[in-house]
DNA sequence: GTTAGCATGTAAGGAGTTACATGATTTT
DNA sequence: AAAATCATGTAACTCCTTACATGCTAAC
């Protein structure tokens, strides 16, 4: 029960796990700084938020009763520590949904926190996703060449190779990763 | 009341427009010919085709009673004549939503009966859209420079770079279009 | 003769949007 | 003091998926 939005609540601790946010914030960041095309609506993110308080995952930051900002009506939350450990359980699961489409670039996103292994194992999970892909479509555009005109053929060349580019994104962080050996810990060591 | 999935039907109706099939061979090409990348259940494609025999835009095609071929279990649908007009108001419209992500690809696979008025309004708003977003991502990544680590930076910038591909693939469409000034009609015209 | 793939369909539910409603704060 | 933007929230609805249920047909 209450299995609500596991991508957004992952991307919400995410998020949190830098430092607190209210909502509002919440979302522009979700809109941007996340593989920068996502939208989302507050008609999702603050039932989210609502539940993630329920699980304790959560909990507002209490403002200072006497504090010097008047502006009452930001709630500020920040991750509890069950929070932390959940988010860590999400971290380290590379699921294979962890390379499908939706997910992809958020588990990416958290590529900081997460272990060299499984960074590793979600690149290449990607990677072998999109080449499959890739052989499909070439089969379908192989049999359906006689039916195709000009504009069907230029999408389908277009999404071919957007995906090839995509292919050739992930050796290269693929590359890096595999010199990386050595797990240099958290980039953002500024605790 | 019953509007259904609008760009479903859409999609539907185009591909029948080519030429009568049945539901499995419909979704089939949905996941393939169009755009190249969409994955449709069967439990959205056959209630969409049963709204759209209410409506009476397609029908099924009878088979001869006393035909040759033994293959009872398959439904062939086909346009009817409401069909196809309602096909070319819809083919007509170039509204806002025709450029978004969801709309766009489905809108270029029916290039080939839409006008080329049409046409040009759809890839120049899909131009014009891509690069608002380019403008508000590099503004986004400006920002957050200092929070970005390896990971969302090459996230940030492999997805501008897309954007960018696409841009440039849009505008050799679009000097295309502008070559063509002269409507050459279908292009597959085996009627 | 039984597994694999073709073909159609339904019921329940998930994940999100839109539109609405409200009020505080900042800018002009 | 009006307008814009920040900020939070809810109710209704949309579109789609998952899981299930069924039967035909081809291949091994």
Do not use: C
């Amino acid at each position: 029960m209450a299995r609500r939005a596991a991508l957004l609540e992952f991307a919400v601790l995410g998020l949190l796990h830098e430092s607190p946010m209210h909502g509002y914030e919440l979302r522009k960041r979700l809109n941007t700084a996340l593989g920068g095309f996502r939208a989302l609506s507050y008609g999702s993110l603050y039932p989210a938020l609502r539940d993630l308080l329920d699980k304790q995952w959560v909990a507002e930051v209490p403002r200072a009763s006497g504090g010097s900002g008047s502006k009452r009506a930001r709630i500020v939350y920040e991750l509890t520590a069950t929070g932390k450990e959940r988010f860590q359980d999400l971290v380290a699961q590379a699921g294979p949904n962890a390379w499908e489409d939706d997910e992809f670039d958020v588990h990416l996103a958290f590529f900081a926190r997460t272990t060299h292994e499984v960074r590793l194992r979600i690149l290449e999970g990607r990677r072998s996703r999109l080449e499959q892909r890739l052989a499909q479509v070439r089969e379908a555009s192989a049999r359906n060449r006689e039916r195709a005109d000009a504009y069907t053929s230029a999408l389908q060349r277009h999404g071919e190779e957007s995906a090839e580019r995509e292919v050739r994104w992930l050796e290269e962080l693929i590359a890096v990763e595999r010199g990386n050996t050595a797990d240099p810990g958290s980039p953002t060591s500024s605790r």
